[in-house]
C-alpha cells in the first residue's frame, strides 16, 4: 500500500511563500496522477493541481501563476511552490495521488471527477495565511 505525507505547512503573512512537500512512498506504478487539494474551514475541498507520470501540469485558475506543482527526479516527492499567499489561501493542504496497474492517467479524467478520482491521501499540512 502506497502511503504520502505532506509536510511544509506553517503560518506566513500575506505576500509570503512556502513549499511544501509530499513523500509518496516506493512504488511499482508507471502510470499515475498526483494532486493537491486543499479545504477551508467551512468548506468543500478544491482541487489545486496536477502532474502526471510524463510530466504534464494542471493548475487550478484560482492560484495559476501564484502555485507551481512539480516533481523531483527520482518521483518520490510532490512539490508545490507557493508564491503571493493570500489570507483566503488558508486551509489544510492534501496531497493524493491515482496509481494506474495499465494505461496512461489523465490530467482530464481527474479534473472531471474531481477529489473521487484519487483513492491515495495524505494526513494534510495546514497552511495559515495572516497579517
Known amino acids: 500500500q502506497v502511503h504520502m505525507e505532506e509536510s511544509g505547512g506553517g503560518s506566513v503573512r500575506p505576500g509570503g511563500s512556502l513549499r511544501l512537500s509530499c513523500i509518496v512512498s516506493?512504488?511499482?506504478?508507471?502510470?499515475?496522477?498526483l494532486a493537491w487539494f486543499r479545504q477551508a474551514p467551512g468548506k468543500e475541498r478544491e482541487g489545486l493541481a496536477i502532474?502526471?507520470?510524463?510530466?504534464?501540469?494542471n493548475v487550478a485558475d484560482s492560484v495559476k501563476g501564484r502555485f507551481t506543482v512539480s516533481q523531483d527526479a527520482g518521483k518520490t516527492t510532490l512539490y508545490l511552490q507557493m508564491d503571493s499567499l493570500k489570507v483566503e489561501d488558508t486551509g489544510v493542504y492534501y496531497c493524493?495521488?491515482?496509481?494506474?496497474?495499465?494505461?496512461?492517467?489523465?490530467?482530464?479524467?481527474?479534473?472531471?471527477?474531481?477529489?473521487?478520482?484519487?483513492?491515495?491521501w495524505g494526513q494534510g499540512t495546514q497552511v495559515t495565511v495572516s497579517s
Open positions: 502532474i502526471e507520470d510524463d510530466g504534464d501540469t
Open positions: 516506493r512504488h511499482t506504478y508507471t502510470h499515475y496522477c
Open positions: 493524493a495521488a491515482h496509481f494506474r496497474e495499465e494505461g496512461p492517467c489523465y490530467i482530464e479524467d481527474a479534473l472531471e471527477r474531481g477529489a473521487g478520482f484519487f483513492y491515495t
